[in-house]
T-cell receptor
């Protein structure tokens, strides 16, 4: 069975500081990995995805993530936090190998607070 | 705007009632997924349809059912509602299984 663990349910950074949100996954087959962001009272917006190929993927709003198979990790980073980055972030895994259903298994989410 | 629409935005109903949530996928997307988001369970996959046929089931209660129509819109039916069914229900669509999913704004269901 697949699973996702996000380390830290709440992360607080100062504006301009590095953002690091941690995600570890468990999968018996090569996974597809995603990061989504949810702003208050809104749906989920795709930030970036990893399927195959280059392990460092760039997304929207200056975010990027690196797939590390040996560490089963897919941490999300942004060099300089902006106030508008304050939101909840979800890491998700999709088991492309299991009948290719594409269903997403989500982590519990990390709330990012950005202090002025 | 993801291109996925959901109606209604909010729904307040009483225990024991039945409701229907509607989702229209992005143009060209054949796959529709339903998810439930609650404080205690987080985001949980409920069910997936692909081009009108059920493809995968998650932790969906027997009181819940869904379908996808020929025009590819989908409906999630929730019956015999309980207080614990109060949650945000999201619909997502993708071109095909395994591709990135685009989420609608959600329907907030409150059962009183």
């Amino acid at each position: 069975a697949q699973s996702v663990t996000q380390l830290g349910s709440h992360v607080s950074v100062s504006e301009g500081a590095l953002v690091l949100l941690r995600c570890n996954y468990s999968s018996s087959v090569p996974p597809y990995l995603f990061w989504y962001v949810q702003y208050p009272n809104q749906g989920l917006q795709l930030l970036l995805k990893y399927t195959t190929g280059a392990t460092l993927v760039k997304g929207i709003n200056g975010f990027e993530a690196e797939f590390k198979k040996s560490e089963t990790s897919f941490h999300l980073t942004k060099p300089s936090a902006h106030m508008s980055d304050a939101a909840e972030y979800f890491c998700a895994v999709s088991d492309k190998g299991s009948g290719n259903t594409g269903k997403l298994i989500f982590g519990q989410g990390t709330t990012l607070q950005v202090k002025p | 705007d993801s291109g996925v629409t959901q109606t209604p935005k909010h729904l307040i109903t009483a225990t024991g009632q039945r409701v229907t949530l509607r989702c229209s996928p992005r143009s060209g997307d054949l796959s529709v997924y339903w998810y439930q988001q609650s404080l205690d369970q987080g985001l949980q996959f409920l069910i997936q349809y692909y081009n009108g046929e059920e493809r995968a089931k998650g932790n969906i209660l027997e009181r819940f059912s869904a379908q996808q129509f020929p025009d590819l819109h989908s409906e999630l039916n929730l019956s015999s509602l309980e207080l614990g069914d109060s949650a945000l229900y999201f619909c997502a669509s993708s071109v095909d299984s395994g591709n990135e999913q685009y989420f609608g704004p959600g329907t907030r269901l409150t059962v009183t």
